[in-house]
Each structure stands twice: as C-alpha cells, then as structure tokens.
C-alpha cells in the first residue's frame, strides 16, 4: 500500500503516494531522529539517560535494545514527548522537540510499552476517534481505518468489543492505531512482548510493509531475535549510556566465538578433551556445551572427541547470536570496540 505524506501539514494531510524509498531504504537527508547529549535524573535523582547520542536516519529499522532499567523507555518517553528531559537536544526531521513540540509531534506515532486503549470501544472507533484527535477528517479517518485493520488482520473484528480481542490482536490494534496520523516515524516500546512467536512473525511482516512503504522505525525489544529479523541498525543502552551501536551485520560480524551444544551418545566420561582456545563443558551426562573460535575447524573437535570415545549423536546452535554479543557488549568497557560510533560528550 501506498505511504501518504504528512511531513509538513502533519496528521491531518489528505493521503497521497511518497516516491519509492530508494533500495538501501535509507536516506542521508536530515535524520529522522538526532539525539545529542540526552541526559534525564527523575525527581528521585535516578539517572535514567547520562548523555546519550544517537542518529536514526530517515527510512531506517532501527532497534534500541537494552537490559531491563537500561533507559530504553525513558528515552523513548522523551523522544515523544511524555517524559521532560533533563538536558540535551532531540530533532525529529530537523525540527527541534523542545522549541516546536506541537510540529515534532505530529510526525511521530508512538506504540507504547501498556495497553492504553479503551477495552469498551470497538476497534474501528478507536481508530477513528483517535485520527480525529489529531486533526484528521472523519472521512479521511474511516478509510484509513479501514485499510489499517485489513493490514492487521483486524478488519472482521472491526466492530466488536475490542475487550474481546485476543493479546496478539490487541497488539496489532496499537500499532493500527499509531498508524491512523501516518507518522513518518513509528516508534515501538516492546510491541511484540508477551506474544507467541506464530502472531509475533505476523507482527514483523506487517512492520516490514511499513517500513517498505517509507516509514522510520525505532522499535525497544527483549527479543533480540526480533532485532536481528528486523532492524538494520541498533544501539545497545546500558544504564543510561550507549555500549554499541552500528549496523546490524558489522556488529554481528564482531562475533569471533561460536557456541554449539553436541547431544552425545551414552555418558560423557568425566575427562573431557582439552583443545587450545575452545571451551568445552558437560551441561548434563549427554550434553556437552562448546564455545569455539568462528574461524576454526569443526573437524578438529570432532577428532578431539572421536579420540576420547565421545560419539556425537546431534548438533545444535547454542545461543542466538545476537544474544552473545548483547551480553559481551554488557559486559565490557565501552571504547574497546571498534563498531562504536558514538559521539557523547
Ligand atoms: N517515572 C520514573 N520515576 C523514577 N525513576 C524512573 C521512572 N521511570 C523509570 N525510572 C528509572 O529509570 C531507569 C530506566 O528505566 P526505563 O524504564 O527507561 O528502562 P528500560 O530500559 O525501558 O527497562 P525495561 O526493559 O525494563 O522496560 C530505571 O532505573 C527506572 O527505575
Ligand atoms: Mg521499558
């Protein structure tokens, strides 16, 4: 489906097609998002953000991804305007959130973390009432509604008590919802959380249209899987500072240790062999967990256990990758990585 313009007149323009976002679907026009030295202390003096900066460029997937009390909310709060910031400078498009919060706004749709919508509303009133509040004609609103829960897979609930409608469904109206402004910039705080993985599939699918159709997307997930599926880019926020960011694949790149778990035929004897540089532990009497250097042979593992007696019946991927390199970046002194582009002062 076509992505309509909203840039300069907000939600309420009539919809009409933007030109195809170029294949890289990222622009370097002005960023989407430019954070510049973010800092927040609430009134019980915890210091959620400590200076953070970061540029999301327009028609990026970008994931913020965090440990829980990271700040990951807390930025996301005040990127659309529901959190005040202590100091610092967030632009979206080029147009500053402090001195025009109204215009900045208006380019923004926010999925947040809660459910917050009215549970005794139909879903097609939800839509449409909330377009309305932004400015958006009832006409105009009745046609988007339409086609975002189509999009959603929603359109046959459309009128029924949205108290009714399954977690996932629930989910999907959100972003239904966010959707009903055609916000240039989708900004997501866990929208797939608490959802099984068969709706959470439909989930990024309709996430990717979006995207495909031109519209920023920032999205906080615990599932980093979800991450490596969707995003280009990320940044890894760690109490209240960057650790990483960068795109996806050269961060993944970094990953220089492969973690495997053998099913073994019989018992494990206690002795396991021992190969420079790898690490090989007994998780239980038939599981033998590996970690080996990317670069090396297989073979010479399975030679290694061949010669102590141990038959390997199975393999599987021990941990998905990401999730590694989450807990290393974690885990690590911030300038020790080359991927980081971080520029707080
Ligand atoms: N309204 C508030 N008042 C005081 N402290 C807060 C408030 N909101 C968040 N904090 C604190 O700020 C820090 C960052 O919280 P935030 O909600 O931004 O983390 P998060 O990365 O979103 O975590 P999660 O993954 O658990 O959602 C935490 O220490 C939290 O307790
Ligand atoms: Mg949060």
Redesign the pocket.
Known sequence: MTQPTAPATGPSSATAGIPAAPSSNVSASVPALRVRDLR?T???K????KGVSLDVAEGDFFALL????????????IVSSL?NLSEGAVEIFGTDLIRHRDQAMRLIGLVP?ELNFNMFEKPLDILVNYAGFYGVPRAVALVRAEEELKRAQLWEKANMMSRTLSGGMKRRLMIARAMMTRPRLLIL??PTAGVDIEIRRGMWKTLREINAAGTTIIL?T?YLEEAEHLCRNLAI?DQ?RIVQQGPMKTLLAMLDVEGFLFDIDGTLPAALPSIEGVTMLASDDHTLDVDMPRAMDLNRIFAALGQAGIRVRSMRTKSNRLEELFVRMINQPIDSSAASTETAA
Do not use: F, R, W
């Not at 965090?66 to 709060?77: D, F, H, Q, W």
């Open positions: 927040k609430y009134d019980n915890v210091q959620a953000l965090g440990p829980n009390g990271a700040g990951k909310s807390t930025m996301i709060g959190v973390q705080d866990e906080t615990h926020i209240g």
